[in-house]
Each structure stands twice: as C-alpha cells, then as structure tokens.
C-alpha cells in the first residue's frame, strides 16, 4: 500500500472513532433526535467505506494481471496477445509479412511422473532458455501454455523463410539436456503461420499457428506450416449395374 492510501485509511478510521463517540455523547445526553443521530451514522458510514477502499487497493489495482511467467520469466500469454496485436498493424503499414510459431514441448507430463516437477520446471526453463538463445533480437519468445511456448517474428518475408525459421528454432530446443543431473531428451513439436497470408486478426494469427502445431503433432512431422484443411477424397463411383 503506498503512503497516500495509509493516510486515508488513518484519517478514516480517526474519523470513524470520532463518529461513534460522537453517538455515545449523544446519547448520554439524551439527543434522540432522528435526523442527527442518522446524521452521524451517514457519515460513519461513509469514513468506513473510504477505509475500506483505501486498505484494498481500489478498482485498478485488483485489475492488475501478472505480464510475465513465474517459472521462466518470459511474457505470459496476455502479454504475448499484447505484443502480436501491437506488431501486426506495424506489418501491415510496412507491408511485411510477420510469423507466429507455436511450440508444444513432448512428454513433460512423463517427466514430471517419472522424474519429479522440479525436473520438469528445470525442462521448460532449459527450452525458455534454448529459444531465447536462438531467435534474434526482434522477436519475442512467450510460455503460453503449460507445455507450450510461443514465438513472434514481426518480420519474416514468406511463409517459407516461416517455416524454415520453425525448423532452425525447433533444431536449437531439440537435443539431450543435462538437468541437475538427469539425462534428458528434449522434444517438441512447432507449427506456423503467417500474417497476412494465412491470417488477417491476432485471434486468427494464434488459432493458426495453434492448428498447425496439431498437425504437426498428428503427422509425427515435427513442424508443419497452416495450411486448408485437406478434403477428403470422394468415394469413387460404382458402375450402374445393367438392367436384366
């Protein structure tokens, strides 16, 4: 609390004092009079709701959200949404295109079942790590998720150059990690895409990287880049059977 909202509380509960022996003075000697008793009570009142406000922190400090992860110190979700709604104007005024890789780290639950959570943190801050290494100084790197994590390229080129970003990025996390003394093999699995060819809104931008993360997942191809859903093929047409 700062120092300003502790001298409204004290100067509202000295006020709140006041006002009850105020009440008790009156009483004693003998004021019943319903305007000044009610009166007093208004303003009691009053002083304790001051209090109150004061001791809480008002409005928009509870609104208040955390920008960053606690484990890895990198932009949480929020801020990365705030970030991508930030650059993708910048990229439509200069004409660019700008990349969104979304990560899913493989089998942390196993890790964290087989070797313990605090292996399974050293993990994810081993990856946090690894992909900040790796990206250059204009993008941002973001935890998303429990197990995912999230890049921003606010200048990519082509959806190509995108997916062989993915691929470089997905090589630097990938490998044998030593954590306090476990030997551990990181995986993951990476999707792309790209604004404005595959998406013209943040929402959009997030849900198809996202998709195309799942179908990397689902194909076993490690990375994958948003693309239409396939259509399936059509069964193939029987020959009409002759009349007899």
């Known amino acids: 609390m700062t120092g300003g909202r502790v001298r409204a509380?004290?100067?509202?509960?000295?006020?709140?004092?006041?006002?009850?022996?105020?009440?008790?003075?009156?009483?004693?000697?003998?004021?019943?009079?319903?305007?000044?008793?009610?009166g007093v009570l208004a303003a009691d009142l009053a002083l304790l709701a001051v209090c109150a406000r004061a001791l809480s922190g008002g409005p928009a400090e509870q609104r208040q959200q955390p920008s960053h992860d606690g484990l890895t110190g990198l932009p949480n979700r929020a801020m990365m949404t705030a970030t991508v709604e930030r650059a993708l104007p910048v990229a439509a005024?200069?004409?660019?295109?700008?990349?969104?890789?979304?990560?899913?780290?493989?089998?942390?639950?196993?890790v964290n079942y087989s070797l313990g959570q605090r292996i399974g943190d050293l993990l994810?801050?081993?990856?946090?790590a690894r992909l900040s290494a790796a990206v250059?100084?204009?993008?941002?790197?973001?935890?998303?998720g429990d197990d995912e994590f999230a890049v921003l390229l606010p200048t990519i080129g082509s959806a190509p150059a995108c997916l062989e970003t993915a691929r470089r990025l997905?090589?630097?996390?990938?490998?044998?990690?030593?954590?306090?003394?476990?030997?551990v093999r990181i995986s993951a699995t990476v999707g792309a895409a790209v604004y404005p060819a595959h998406a013209s809104t943040p929402t959009e931008l997030?849900?198809?990287?996202?998709?195309?993360?799942?179908?990397?997942?689902?194909?076993?191809?490690a990375t994958a880049l948003f693309g239409p859903e396939p259509t399936p093929p059509k069964p193939a047409d029987r020959p009409a059977l002759p009349f007899r």
Do not use: H, N, Y
């Not at 849900?207 to 195309?212: G, I, N, T, Y």
């Open 9 to 38: 509380a004290r100067a509202a509960l000295i006020g709140l004092v006041v006002g009850v022996v105020a009440l008790a003075a009156l009483a004693a000697c003998g004021v019943t009079g319903r305007w000044v008793i009610g």
């Open 93 to 110: 005024a200069e004409q660019e295109s700008a990349g969104l890789l979304m990560f899913d780290v493989d089998d942390l639950a196993d």
């Open 124 to 128: 994810l801050t081993e990856v946090a």
């Open 136 to 144: 250059r100084d204009t993008d941002t790197v973001a935890r998303v």
């Open 170 to 183: 997905l090589s630097a996390v990938q490998g044998p990690a030593d954590l306090d003394g476990f030997q």
């Open 206 to 221: 997030f849900e198809r990287a996202e998709s195309a993360m799942r179908t990397a997942k689902q194909s076993r191809s």
